[in-house]
C-alpha cells in the first residue's frame, strides 16, 4: 500500500504513484522507455534490500528486476478485455496450493512494541476479510514464533514486520516469491492512514499474498497501469479492495466488495 493516500483524491493519481510510474509502465510513448540501468537507478530498494515496484509490490534480486524489466518493455502485448485479478508467472496462475491456503500461518514481530496488540488485530481483521470470502482460505496467526517473527524463521509461511519508510504504508509478496523475501513490512504511518483503516490496508496486503494484482492494471481503470502478467477472475471493479483509491477507484476507503469476494472464490473456490 503505497503511502500519500491522505487526501489522495485530491492529489491525483502522479503525486502517489512516483514510484510505479517511474517504471517502465510508461512505455506507452517508447521515448520514455528508460534504459535498464536508469530503472535499475530510479527504482526504490528497501531495508532489506529488495526492490519495491507498482508502489508495494517487492522484487527479491537484481537478476529478478532486470526480469520484470524485460517483461514491462517487451512483455506480452495480448488484449486483456476483461474484476479481482491473479498474478502471473510465465502464463500460470501464481497462487497457493489449496492445502496451502488453508494453512497461511504466520508470526507478528515483537518488534512492534506497544502497537504489536494492534497490529495482531488488524491482522485477523485483514485476513478475516478474505477468510470470509472462501472458507478455503485460512490465514493462522502463530503467537510462539512472534519473538523470532523474521523471514528466517521455518515455523511460520510469512512474518509480519515493523519498517521505517517513507516509501508506502505497508507491502507484501505474492505466492511465489521466496520465502527468504516473504514478509509483510508495515510502516507506523499505518496507524495515521484516515479512511483507510489498518485492517483495510492488511486486507489489500493480503491480498497480495493469495496472489491478487492491483486492480488498477486494468485497462478500465485509464491509469496507473503496471503490466499483462496477470489474468482476470471477475468483471472490473473500481471499488475492489485491490485498486488504489487514487487510480481512478470509485471507493475512498479500500473496503472488499462483493467482486472480490467472488474474485476470491473463482480462485480458491467457495
Ligand atoms: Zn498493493
Not at 510510474?21 to 534490500?49: C, G, I, K, M, N
Not at 486483456?80 to 485479478?85: C, D, F, K, Q, R
Request: glycine share 8%; charged share 15%.
Amino acid at each position: 500500500m503505497q503511502r500519500s493516500r491522505l487526501g489522495a483524491i485530491a492529489l491525483g493519481a502522479t503525486a502517489l504513484l512516483g514510484a510505479a510510474l517511474a517504471s517502465p509502465a510508461l512505455a506507452a510513448t517508447d521515448s520514455e522507455v528508460p534504459s535498464f540501468s536508469q530503472f535499475h537507478a530510479s527504482t526504490y530498494q528497501d531495508a532489506d534490500r529488495q526492490y519495491i515496484v507498482n508502489g508495494d509490490e517487492p522484487i527479491p534480486s537484481t537478476g529478478e528486476l532486470k526480469g520484470y524489466y524485460d517483461r514491462m518493455v517487451h512483455g506480452s502485448e495480448e488484449a486483456v478485455e476483461n474484476g479481482l485479478v491473479v498474478n502471473t508467472v510465465g502464463g500460470v496462475d501464481d497462487a497457493w496450493s489449496r492445502a496451502q491456503v488453508g494453512d497461511l500461518t504466520y508470526c507478528v514481530s515483537t518488534k512492534f512494541g506497544a502497537r504489536h496488540g494492534d497490529i495482531v488485530a488488524a491482522m485477523a481483521g485483514g485476513a478475516g476479510l478474505w477468510e470470509a470470502a472462501s472458507s478455503a482460505i485460512d490465514f493462522v496467526h502463530v503467537p510462539s514464533q512472534d519473538a523470532s517473527c523474521t523471514t528466517r524463521n521455518k515455523s511460520v509461511v510469512f512474518s509480519v514486520e515493523p519498517v521505517q519508510t517513507t516509501q508506502y504504508i505497508a507491502r507484501a509478496f505474492f505466492p511465489s516469491t521466496p520465502k527468504r523475501s516473504r514478509n509483510v513490512l508495515v510502516d507506523d504511518s499505518i496507524w495515521t492512514s484516515g479512511s483507510w483503516t489498518p485492517t483495510n490496508i492488511l486486507g489489500h496486503e493480503l491480498g497480495h499474498v493469495l496472489g491478487f494484482r492491483h486492480e488498477h492494471t486494468r485497462p478500465e481503470a485509464g491509469t496507473c497501469f503496471e503490466d499483462n502478467n496477470w489474468r482476470p477472475l471477475t468483471p472490473y471493479d473500481s471499488a475492489s479492495i485491490m485498486h488504489y483509491p487514487q487510480c481512478n477507484g470509485s471507493s475512498s476507503n479500500l473496503s472488499m466488495t462483493s467482486t472480490d469476494r467472488a474474485g476470491a472464490v473463482a480462485l480458491y473456490g467457495s
